[in-house]
C-alpha cells in the first residue's frame, strides 16, 4: 500500500512538472490553479505517507532517507504556498521533481534511526527550527541557481529572457536576498537552541555539525554583509550561496550518509 501510494504521489508531482515545462519553452501563460491543486493532492499523500515512515512504531524513524524527504516536502510545500504569489515556474519542477524522487526512495529503501522527541520537546524544536532553516536556505540555493541562469540569458541575447512566466532579474535577486535573510535568522535560531538544549553538540560524532553549522552562517552573514554594505551581486552571490547550502548539507546529512548507506551497504 505504501508503494502504490508513493507511486501515486510521485506520478501527481509529475503531471505538475508536465504542466509548467510547456510555458518555460513558450510564452504561453502557465495556469496556477491546476498546477497548485495537483501539487496539492501531491502533497497531502507526501505528508500521509511520512506520517508512516517518521511515526509508525515507538518513537520517531528519522533515517536519512526519511529527513531527505521531509525536508523535499517542506520545501515542496513553501513554494506551492506562494505559487498565487511569486512567479516560481523555474524552480518548482526542481523542487516536485526532489520531492518525487526522495519519497519513492524513503519508501522503497526503508531504514531506521530511531529517536523519542516526545520526552525532549526541547531538542524537538532545535530540529524543527534546523530543518526550516535549511529547507528556507535550499530554496534561497534554487533563487542563486535562478539569477545565474537569468544573468546567463541576458548576456547572450536568448529569447527565453522575455518569457512572461520568468521572473525579471533584479526581482530574482531581491526575492533571493529576502529568503536568505529569513533563512539566516532561522539558522541562527537553530545555533542558539542547540547550545541551549542540546547537551552533547559538541560530543565526538557530532561535533562537525555545529561547526559546519557555524561555518555556514558565516558565510552567510559574510553574503548578507556584502550585498547590503558593498553591493555584491552576480556570479560572486552565486557562489557563496552554493558554498553555505554545501557546508549545510554536510552538517546534516554527511555523517549520517555515510553511517546509514556507505557502511550500511558493506
Request: no cysteine.
Amino acid at each position: 500500500m505504501e508503494i502504490l501510494t508513493a507511486l501515486l504521489a510521485s506520478l501527481l508531482y509529475l503531471a505538475a512538472i508536465l504542466q509548467i515545462i510547456p510555458g518555460l519553452s513558450s510564452n504561453n501563460q502557465i495556469s496556477a490553479k491546476p498546477v497548485f491543486f495537483t501539487a496539492l493532492a501531491a502533497l497531502a499523500l507526501h505528508a500521509y505517507l511520512l506520517k508512516d515512515l517518521i511515526l509508525s512504531g515507538s518513537g520517531q524513524n528519522l533515517s536519512m532517507l526519511n529527513v531527505a524527504s521531509l525536508v523535499s516536502f517542506i520545501i515542496a510545500m513553501m513554494t506551492t504556498g506562494l505559487i498565487f504569489r511569486l512567479r516560481l515556474w523555474f524552480l518548482l519542477p526542481v523542487v516536485y521533481a526532489f520531492a518525487g524522487l526522495n519519497l519513492a526512495s524513503a519508501t522503497l529503501l526503508p531504514g531506521a534511526f530511531i529517536t523519542h522527541l516526545e520526552s525532549h520537546p526541547e531538542v524537538l524544536l532545535h530540529i524543527s527550527l534546523a530543518l526550516f532553516s535549511y529547507s528556507t536556505l535550499m530554496i534561497a540555493t534554487l533563487y542563486a541557481l535562478q539569477l545565474a541562469w537569468l544573468d546567463y540569458q541576458l548576456k547572450h541575447k536568448k529569447r527565453q529572457v522575455i518569457n512572461h512566466n520568468v521572473p525579471p532579474l533584479m526581482m530574482v535577486e531581491r526575492q533571493l536576498f529576502n529568503i536568505i535573510l529569513v533563512g539566516q535568522v532561522l539558522l541562527t535560531l537553530t545555533l542558539i537552541s542547540g547550545f541551549v538544549f542540546v547537551d552533547d553538540m559538541f560530543a565526538q560524532g557530532k561535533a562537525h555539525k555545529a561547526f559546519l553549522s557555524m561555518a555556514a552562517w558565516g558565510v552567510y552573514g559574510v553574503l548578507l554583509w556584502g550585498h547590503y554594505q558593498s553591493g555584491w551581486r552576480g556570479r560572486r552571490v552565486v557562489w557563496f550561496s552554493i558554498v553555505g547550502a554545501f557546508l549545510l548539507t554536510l552538517a546534516y546529512f554527511g555523517s549520517r550518509f555515510v553511517r546509514e548507506i556507505l557502511i550500511a551497504g558493506y
